[in-house]
């Protein structure tokens, strides 16, 4: 160590739905469309190589904050 005040690495951490919809207060249906017609909402992880329809996916949690962080900004825009 050289005394010098190191910066925080960043920790990565990944989101399952259930907290996706809690963070974001949309209900798993909302969270589906909005993967299909909002480019910026977060695209999931998959977790697996599994091709199934209910392979297990997450979503990294700093871009689900930045998009709310996005939604909390924009509400007075639109007005």
């Given at each position: 160590?050289?005394g010098q005040?190191?910066a925080?690495v960043?920790l990565?951490?990944?989101?399952?739905?259930?907290?996706l919809?809690?963070?974001t207060?949309l209900a798993?249906?909302?969270?589906?469309?909005m993967?299909?017609?909002?480019?910026?909402?977060p695209?999931p992880?998959?977790l697996?190589?599994?091709?199934?329809r209910?392979?297990?996916?997450?979503f990294?949690l700093?871009?689900v904050q930045?998009w709310?962080?996005?939604?909390i900004?924009?509400r007075?825009?639109s007005?």
């Open positions: 160590m050289n005040p190191q925080p960043p990565l951490a990944l989101v399952r739905m259930p907290e919809m809690s963070l207060g798993r249906p909302t969270v589906y469309k993967l299909k017609r909002d480019p910026t909402f695209k992880v998959k697996s190589d599994s091709k199934a209910n392979a297990p996916v997450a990294v700093s871009e930045a709310i962080q996005g939604r900004e924009a007075g825009q007005l």
